[in-house]
């Protein structure tokens, strides 16, 4: 006897897969391999191979400064907001608050509207009361975005939560602010750990919303990127990228490892069980 | 007998959940609604020979709504977000479908993380990346020659096709996950209770998969669609200065200081996609089983 073939079926769907594996990457491996190019416009596959992009890339002190500006404003905006967040779904969860639907779609409102809308409205209003351009308003808008992601993701942490541990360490003495750290958070942490990457990933990544709020010589990494990119295209922007692809890259493996054991399904299933 | 609690511990009890609302409301008064009660009121200012001039009018809601060049502008707006949602949800459908049915949960993982990872870089590094791999002397062009499918290469970037292209993956991601996220909600005994009975796979897919994994493609249009209509970067660098959707529109006026232009254009978008969202509730309120 031999094995039966898969079905013609299968075949194409996995084919369609594997296809659409190769779409999914292929504009960061494009970048990668670009990176690599000894010429400064773009020739697939490229004729000669160079580290140039590189050397030039390392004497633009421009990219230093708005990479490192970056990597401090989605960190304290990650720190603020999963502050502000998780109090106001811990809130949301813990007491049957009148009108608790409606503050939750309030909170989770600035999701649905559109990012260069929210820019723009900020920037006026930043304007209109003289703070535009100052260190704070960006952060604050950077916050604004972040905060309804972190409200949703912990609140289906909490909705998780065995309320019952938190009233014995109550009746024990423990004080609120205490219980809290210890008790609440320790069981919660893979939510709010989870909300805090999110919140850096989409801060590190926001354009339209601060386009307009940066300084010129002050702006963060990827609007400095889009602003180079309007004005020039040589591959310094692929050897740049190729260090951030490189970065996302790490991240993915760091998740593979942490997920190890578990398949999407599982984890989708765990924030569904937290949210219903 | 039992004293009653003090009037200030019960006080404070109340007053708890508020407290801990506090600091988010703050922020969404100060950076969310007073924004946008003020952005909506630069709707009714007017901006003439380069000033704005602050007084009361509908001038600039009405050039918007009788002019036809802004009508132009509306459509493609709509155009590129419903091309961007099809080709999305006809790629992510299959795609979630796949991811579903791997049996190797190593496999499942790794291709789940291999969707995901576009999420993890910058959009601009993406759009950077289709504008490489769509160029004249493109990747994408030279595989086309090189198949002898074409003899010159196609004009794919710079124009409305890179944008539709590049768009759709980007907010791929986002169409998969809600559409798988209701594939793993199906109860696998009704499919093979519709096998039993006789139905072929194609029977059962469509009468059984597809109307039971409807919210889930719902949900994903909705996100595409609002996505696509809010979307900046990309046509920014892809579009070549030819594709002027909404988005760019606004932002150019909120550089020429044309406010009034701004808040009734970002308006127009805030419209749209709230249109998209209820809409798609409505929807949802139907496919739900």
Redesign the interface.
Known sequence: MHRRLPHP?HIA??A??VA??L??????A??IL?SFSATA?????PQEYSLRWYETLAAQGAFYGAALRSVVLATATMAIAL???T??S???V??A?RGRDL?KG??L??I???????G???????V?IGTVNSYPSLL??H??VV?PFV?AITGAAFANFDWSTEEAAMDLGAGPVETFLRVVLPQVRAGVVMAGVFAW?IS??Q??TT??LVRPGQST??IE??LY??KW?DPT??AL?SI??LA??V??VA??IA???????DI??QQ?EGSG | MSTPAPRTGGMARAA???L??L??FA??T???I???G??LE?GFYRFERGRLIQDFTFATYRRFLFDPYYHAVILDTLKVAAIVTTIALA?GY??A?????LQS?AL???????????????????S??????L?D???V??ALMRAGLIGEPLELVYNLTGVVI?LS?VF?PFVV?PI??AM??LDPSLREAAMDLGAG?WTTFRRVTLPLTLPGIVAAAQIAF?LA??A??TP??LGGGRVLVL?LQ??RA??EIN?PF??VG?LA??LM??VA?VLSNRLLRYAEP
């Open positions: 079926r769907l996995a369609f897969c659409g594996a779409f999914i990457l292929s504009p960061l494009i970048v670009t416009y773009n020739v697939f596959p502050l502000i967040g109090l106001a811990y809130a949301l813990k007491y608050l503050i309030m909170l409102a600035p649905v509207l559109p990012n260069i809308v929210l723009v409205a900020l920037f006026i209003f930043f209109r604050i808008t916050v604004l905060t409200v990933i590190f990544d354009v339209e386009l307009f990494l990827p990127m889009f990119l309007q295209q922007i692929a990228s951030l692809i996302a890259g991240v993915v998740l593979s997920g190890r054991g578990r398949t999407p399904a989708i299933k569904r | 708890a959940p508020w801990l609302l600091p988010a922020l969404m100060y950076a969310f007073l924004p946008i003020s952005f630069y790629v299959p795609l479908y796949g991811l579903w049915r949960p499942q993982r790794w291709f789940g993380l291999i969707i995901f990872s576009p999420v993890l870089v910058s959009v601009v590094v993406r950077y990346g289709w504008t490489v791999l160029a002397q493109g990747a062009n030279w590049s993956h791929l996950f798988y996220a793993t909600r796979w609002t209509l809010g900046l970067v920014a660098l988005p606004v932002y909120t550089s406010w701004a808040a970002g978008l805030l996609a709230l969202v």
